[in-house]
């Protein structure tokens, strides 16, 4: 015990002699806690989306409106044609394509379901995955606003079996499915593996 106390001694001795080292003991990891606390966050604020819109009806215009009303998401172009919207991807003008299928509106209409795409830049998984959840929040929320409007014309129409009318009333009208350009299969080491190196080079340094 008295061994480790002069240890400990000797410890605390040579750290105060050099004022730099004191400095850097205290101030830094207050300066770190002060910076990381307000630069690492998960939120994403606003997210540039290009709509790629071939149904041009009132049900997709009304479903682009919901995401900006949101003030998540800021239409920085749009266009009928999926490869402009790519190549925007791809000059890194946009963080997140919408996706809006041919007879969007006649498919809620008749069959109760469309399906929506969303194509998010995973460059940054964390930020995407946020934004991807903040459009699926979204885009649900729209979606059951349609099934209520559509429940009435559900009832009224000549079903077949009780059953075939409440499948039709529970199905959600918009189906999201989403994928991503970078690691499409989710690999762990391809996420981790440049993480991992920038904190080995930090630490190095």
């Known amino acids: 015990m008295r061994t480790l106390r002069y240890l400990l001694r000797k410890e605390f001795l040579q750290i105060f002699r050099d004022r730099f080292m004191v400095a850097q003991l205290m101030l830094m990891p207050i300066i770190q806690l002060l910076l990381l606390g307000n630069a ?39 266009s009928p044609s999926y490869s402009v919207g790519d190549q925007w991807m791809l000059g890194r003008k946009t963080d997140m394509i919408l996706g809006i299928p041919a007879d969007f509106e006649r498919d809620i209409v008749r069959t109760r379901v469309a399906q929506v795409q969303v194509v998010l830049n ?11 959840s903040y459009a699926a929040q979204i885009i ?23 059953a075939g009318a409440n499948a039709s009333m529970r199905a959600q009208p918009i ?31």
Do not use: C
């Not at 819109?53 to 172009?77: I, M, P």
């Open 122 to 132: 995973a460059e940054d998984g964390a930020a995407a995955g946020v934004t991807q």
């Open 175 to 205: 189906e999201v499915r989403a994928r991503g350009w970078y690691n499409p299969e989710l690999n762990y080491r391809d996420y981790m593996v440049p993480g991992i190196l920038v904190q080995l080079v930090t630490v190095v340094g």
């Open 140 to 162: 649900g929320a729209y979606a059951n606003e349609l099934q209520s409007e559509l429940t009435p014309l559900v009832r009224t129409a000549s079903i077949s079996g009780a």
């Open 40 to 78: 690492a966050t998960f939120e994403v604020r606003t997210a540039r989306m290009y709509v790629v819109d071939r149904d041009h009806s009132e049900t997709s215009r009304g479903l682009v409106d919901k995401l900006q009303a949101s003030r998540r998401f800021v239409v920085v172009g749009s």
